[in-house]
């Protein structure tokens, strides 16, 4: 019985031992397009200097098409990042986040509340703690791609997003915002396994010395005042503050005839300004955040806001 155990104990070992070698192989040796990495936008964090950042932004699409870090520079010098992909899932918001701050040491994370709502698994995790720790279960399919480089240097991440994760779009299309956020005193469901997620991920917060934020940005087709009621409540047990845009939509003065930019669903760059400007006022007020335009080591950020101005500009 004790062979039998030491024979699958040794064999475990090394089949581990195997992933990790791969997994060194297999991971993308930089963060650009061209090197096969994932979700290359979101990712772009990894390009910039060690703790540079003070606010990550993480959740799905709604975030990055609401959020933008460049306005935040621009009118208080506070350096952000939007690590949100397209649905993204609570379970993958927590990787980034524990992914940036491997280099990064923020002040907020910034959650967008709609992947709370949404359907979840407890398998989920699992995949990304393995994805987390073993690249290798993530990057499988680049042995096509593999090149002497691959086998004898490891990842050196330089590239970086001057958008630093916002998706710009001019696009507009009309919202129905007919019965959008009408008051009910009910609430919306939502999954017990994100509860879960969410309470680590805060547990994780509070150790870092990291302030969490759960934001609802603006869409008629994702929220309502269920969803409000709902988050509102789980924010209040676990002592997170929660900032509902949809719930202040009208002092936000959200034009959803002009700044949407798919009826409803995401803002356009114009909706996404005001969202902005409100939310730089509201982190000024906390006075957590320094102000880093004059500061030498921080060029880069004017740089890549000389760069955001010209696209912007041509609008």
């Not at 990291?210 to 309502?224: A, E, G, Q, R």
Request: hydrophobic content about 35%; overall charge neutral.
């Amino acid at each position: 019985m004790k062979k039998k155990i030491l024979k699958v104990t040794s064999f475990m070992f090394i089949l581990l031992l195997i992933l990790i070698i791969l997994s060194y192989i297999f991971i993308p040796k930089n963060n650009s397009k061209e090197f096969g990495i994932h979700e290359v936008y979101a990712n772009g964090i990894l390009g910039e200097a060690d703790n540079t950042i003070d606010v990550i932004v993480v959740g799905n699409s709604e975030a990055y098409s609401s959020i933008i870090p460049m306005e935040l520079w621009r009118d208080y010098g506070f350096t952000s990042y939007v690590c949100s992909t397209s649905g993204q899932t609570l379970s993958e918001s927590m990787k980034f986040v524990y992914t940036a701050t491997r280099k990064q040491s923020p002040k907020i994370v910034i959650l967008e509340a709609d992947n709370i709502c949404k359907k979840a698994s407890l398998k989920d995790p699992i995949e990304k703690v393995a994805r987390y720790i073993l690249p290798i279960t993530e990057y499988h399919d680049r042995w096509k791609n593999l090149n002497i480089n691959d086998f004898c240097t490891l990842p050196d991440y330089t590239w970086t997003d001057d958008m630093k994760g916002y998706r710009y779009s001019l696009d507009v299309c009309e919202a129905n915002d007919n019965g959008y956020m009408e008051y009910t005193d009910k609430k919306g469901k939502i999954p017990r396994e994100n509860k879960l997620y969410l309470k680590v991920l805060n547990e994780f917060c509070k150790a870092n010395d990291i302030k969490l934020i759960v934001v609802s940005t603006p869409s008629t087709k994702n929220w309502n005042y269920k969803n409000h009621n709902s988050i509102k409540n789980l924010t209040e047990e676990e002592d997170i503050e929660f900032l509902d845009f949809n719930y202040r939509w009208k002092e936000l003065k959200i034009n959803w005839r002009t700044e949407t930019s798919d009826a409803g669903d995401h803002l356009n760059y114009y909706g996404a300004l005001k969202v902005t400007r409100y939310l730089g006022k509201y982190l000024y007020d906390k006075g957590m955040l320094e102000d880093h335009r004059e500061d030498e080591m921080y060029e880069k950020w004017n740089e890549s806001f000389e760069r955001y101005k010209g696209i912007v500009s041509k609008k």
